[in-house]
C-alpha cells in the first residue's frame, strides 16, 4: 500500500482544485490519506466514486463515531458534543432537516429575492460612501451574507463581525474544542435569548416559525433547536462569504468574464453554477465513516474508517467534464457537486444561489471600475478553515 498522503492539500490555483488531485484521480482514486489530528482515513477524488459514496445509505456522518475524520481536534470534540445535525444519521437527520426544507425550497427562496436586492443596494451604498480603500470580504461579502441569513431567521443583524468571529473559530482546524465551544456558546446564548423573546412574542421569521411549530409542540428541544440554528447560520454564511469574495476576485483576474457578463447579465444563474463548479470551496465538508465495507474503484474501504469525498476533485474530473480548468459559462450539462450529494446535500442552496447571483450582478453593474487596492500577490487566502476563501481583499474603484 502506498505511504499516506497528508490532506489537506493545499491548493496552488485559488480558483482551481490542487494539482495532485490530478494524480490522485488517477492513480489512486481511492488514497489514504493522513489527517491533521494524526488519524488516518481515505479521500476519494473521482467524480462518480464521490456520488455514489455520498448516495450510500452505508456511510455514516454520525461525528461521535471514533473513526470521523474531523480536520481539527476542536472539531471534533466539540461536534460530538453539540451535534450540528450536519454531522447526524437518519432518522434524527431526518427530523432536523424537515423542519428546515420548506423554508429553503424554490419556491420561498424566490419570495426573498426583492428583499435580498434591497439589501445587497444599502450595502453597496455603504460601500460607495466609505472611505476607500475598502476590505471587500468585510464590506460586502461578509455583510451580504450574514444579514441575509440573519433577515431569514429574525435575527438583529448589527453584529456583523461577531458572526463572522464565530465561524473564523469554529471552523478552524488550529482551534481547540474549548475554543471551539466557546465560541458556539456565545453564539447559543444569542440564538437562546432571542427565542426566550419568540416565544413570548412570536414574528413571521423563521425562528418564531420554529418556536411555535416545533419548540412550544415538544418535537425539538432547546438545545437541538440551539445546535439546529446555529448551524444553518454558520453553514450559510461562511459558505456564501469566500463565494462571493473569490468570484469577485477571480472576475477581477479575468477582466474577460467580467465584461462577458456585464454584456449579458442573463448569464448569471449558469455563471454561479460554472463559479460553484470551478471553486469548490466546501471541498472537504463532506465528512463520513464508512458503516460497512465499501468498494469504490476496486478499493475496499474497511467498516469503521473514516472516508472524505473531495467535491473539487469531483467538480475537475475531465472524466465528467471537459477540460475542468476553464471557466466556461456556456457549460452545457453542469451538473457539478459543489453543494455536496445525497442525503446532506445543502439545504440552503437555492439561497445560495439566490445571494450570489444578485451580489455579483449588482455589483458589476454600479462599480464597474472595481478594482484591487493592493498588489495581487498579497492578496492572502483562508488555506486552514472548512471552506476556502480569502480572510481580505483590499478594494478601490
Ligand atoms: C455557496 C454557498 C454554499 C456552499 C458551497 C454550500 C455547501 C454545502 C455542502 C457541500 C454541504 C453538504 C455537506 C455534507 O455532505 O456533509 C452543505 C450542507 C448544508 N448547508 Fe450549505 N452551502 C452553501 C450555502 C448554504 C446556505 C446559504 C445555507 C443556509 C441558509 C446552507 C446551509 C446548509 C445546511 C443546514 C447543511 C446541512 C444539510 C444536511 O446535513 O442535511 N448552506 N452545504
Partial sequence: MNTPHDFPIRRGCPFAAPEEYDALRTEEPVARVTLPTAREAWVVSRY????????????????????????GEGEQEAGARFRPFIRTDAPE????????????????????????QARVDELLDDMLAAEQPVDFVSVYANAVSTSVI??????????????????????????????VSEALG???GLIADL?????????????????VEHLN?????????????????????????????LSTLLLLDRPDLKEELRAEPSLMPRAVDEL?????????????????DIELSGRVIPADDGVIGLLAGANHDPERFEHPGRVDFHRPDNHHIAFGYGVHQCVGQHLARLELEIAL??????????????????????????????????VTW
Avoid at 416565544?199 to 418556536?211: A, E, I
Avoid at 432547546?222 to 462569504?241: H, M, Q, Y
Avoid at 493592493?374 to 492578496?379: H, I, L, M, P, T
Fill in 48 to 71: 462518480d466514486d464521490v456520488r455514489a459514496l455520498l448516495a450510500d445509505p452505508r456511510v455514516s456522518a454520525d461525528i461521535r463515531r471514533p473513526g470521523f475524520p474531523a480536520l
Fill in 93 to 116: 437527520h431526518t427530523r432536523y432537516r424537515r423542519m428546515l426544507l420548506p423554508e429553503f425550497t424554490v419556491r420561498q427562496v424566490r419570495t426573498m429575492r426583492p428583499a435580498v
Fill in 217 to 245: 409542540t415538544g418535537a425539538i428541544t432547546l438545545d437541538e433547536l440551539l445546535s439546529t440554528v446555529g448551524i444553518t447560520i454558520n453553514a450559510g454564511r461562511e459558505t456564501s462569504t469566500n463565494m462571493i469574495a
Fill in 276 to 292: 460553484l463548479r470551478v471553486l469548490s470551496i466546501a471541498d472537504s465538508i463532506p465528512l463520513r465513516v464508512a458503516a460497512d
Fill in 186 to 188: 456565545g453564539l447559543f
Fill in 361 to 394: 450582478e449588482t455589483l458589476l453593474r454600479r462599480v464597474p471600475t472595481l478594482r484591487l487596492a493592493c498588489d495581487r500577490e498579497q492578496v492572502g487566502f483562508k488555506h486552514d478553515s472548512a471552506t476556502f476563501g480569502l480572510e481580505e481583499l483590499m
Fill in 150 to 179: 440573519c433577515e431569514l431567521l429574525g435575527i438583529p443583524r448589527e453584529n456583523l463581525e461577531f458572526f463572522r468571529d464565530v465561524t473564523r473559530i469554529s471552523g478552524s482546524r488550529h482551534s481547540t474544542a474549548e475554543q
Fill in 195 to 211: 427565542v426566550a423573546e419568540r416565544r413570548k412574542n412570536p414574528g413571521d421569521d423563521l425562528l418564531s416559525k420554529l418556536v
